[in-house]
Antibody, heavy 123, light 108 residues
């Protein structure tokens, strides 16, 4: 099982960024994928989760700026974050649920992680 | 939203010593939905404990988790230099999923 994320991005304030997480080694539609970010030197922040055919969820503070999509033919999940500010400068990780589930909440622990994508927002 | 408060912020111990990390929740949570992650410098997090007390695959048995209600503990029985990392607790039974602020474990 592997999650491979897209490369580093540099964006200007106000722009959008679209990150990818390509999965392999398991049945893509059976597991939720989560996005977690980490501002340099700080902790982990959950941003969203999605599973094809089950649903998605977002915390309130990201609901208006995050769009999750997926491509089942390439087993890839995409995260698009809009209206970027310098506060969005962070490492963005995707992670897979530990167990297969057919409901949004409660979730599961994250047992497989991508390598992370650095996003820098600077004028 | 469940707020998780971890203590201490930093733990500095000698190899072979016992490390005790605390995670306190702002409300009662089910132990089924409490996890611990290890994040070594420059790496992605790694699942250590799920369901409060279950070791993830490949995790050494010197790691153990316990607790219920609002108080949870991660114990490293005999600290090894490879355990140097930041450890985060996570609640995943309700939305939004939340993480604690982390405890940094250092070797003296």
């Amino acid at each position: 099982v592997q999650l491979v994320q897209s490369g580093a991005e540099v964006k200007k304030p106000g722009a959008s960024v679209k990150l990818s997480c390509t999965t392999s080694g398991y049945t893509f539609t059976n597991y939720f994928i989560h996005w977690v970010r980490q501002v340099p030197g700080q902790g982990l922040e959950w941003m969203a989760m999605v599973s094809p055919g089950v649903g998605s969820a977002y915390p309130q503070n990201f609901r208006d700026r995050v769009t999750l999509t997926y491509n089942t033919s390439t087993s890839t999940v995409f995260l698009e974050l809009s209206s970027l500010t310098s506060d969005d400068t962070a490492i963005y990780f995707c992670a897979r649920d530990q167990v297969s589930r057919r409901y949004v909440i409660p979730a599961a622990a994250f047992d497989i992680w991508g390598q992370g994508t650095a996003v820098t927002v600077s004028a | 939203e469940v707020v998780l408060t971890q203590s201490p912020g930093t733990l500095s111990l000698s190899p072979g010593e016992r490390a005790t990390l605390s995670c306190r929740a702002s409300q009662t949570i089910s132990s089924r939905f409490l996890a611990w992650y290890q994040q070594r410098p420059g790496q992605a997090p790694r699942l250590v404990i799920f369901g409060a007390s279950n070791r993830a695959t490949g995790v050494p048995d010197r790691f153990s988790g316990s607790g219920s209600g609002t108080d949870f503990t991660l114990t490293i029985a005999r600290l090894d230099p490879e355990d140097v990392a930041v450890y985060y607790c996570q609640e995943y039974g309700s939305s939004p999923l939340t993480f604690g602020g982390g405890t940094k474990v250092e070797i003296k």
